[in-house]
């Protein structure tokens, strides 16, 4: 049974950092792509950032491109996000996702939007004073 857990939201004020942790378990064999969206009250759920199935090629929205940071350890499914100069614009519901097979960066921030394929975790509340 696969199952994505995140970890590490909280308050933190503008021009702060917070680190969230996300790990996958349960797929059978390799090959995940992982990524990290968000919703914010009244907003669609939108793409944060995204590695593809190899770890090696990440995509990252232009709202958060030079603030955040996707890291990722392969060996065992885990995605980290770093996020520096957060913004009030940064609070919402920060959810990963998993999705198995040699899927690109791209395909990753795009399909489980859009296809409501892939594995998601419960989410995880992100807060940013001003």
């Known amino acids: 049974q696969v199952q994505v857990v995140e970890s590490g939201g909280g308050l933190a004020q503008a021009g702060g950092s917070l680190k969230l942790s996300c790990s996958a378990s349960?797929?059978?064999?390799?090959?995940?792509?992982m990524g990290w969206f968000r919703q914010a009250p009244g907003n669609e759920r939108e793409r944060v950032a995204c590695?593809?199935?190899?770890?090696?090629?990440?995509y990252y929205a232009n709202s958060v491109r030079g603030r955040f940071t996707l890291s990722r350890d392969n060996t065992k499914n885990e995605l980290y996000l770093q996020m520096n100069s957060l913004e009030s614009s940064d609070t919402a519901m920060y959810y990963c996702a998993a999705l198995q097979g040699k899927y690109t960066e791209y395909d990753m921030c795009r399909l489980p939007l859009r296809q409501r394929v892939g594995f998601w975790g419960q989410g995880t509340q992100v807060t940013v004073s001003s």
């Open positions: 349960g797929f059978r064999g390799g090959d995940v792509a």
């Open positions: 590695t593809s199935w190899s770890g090696r090629d990440i």
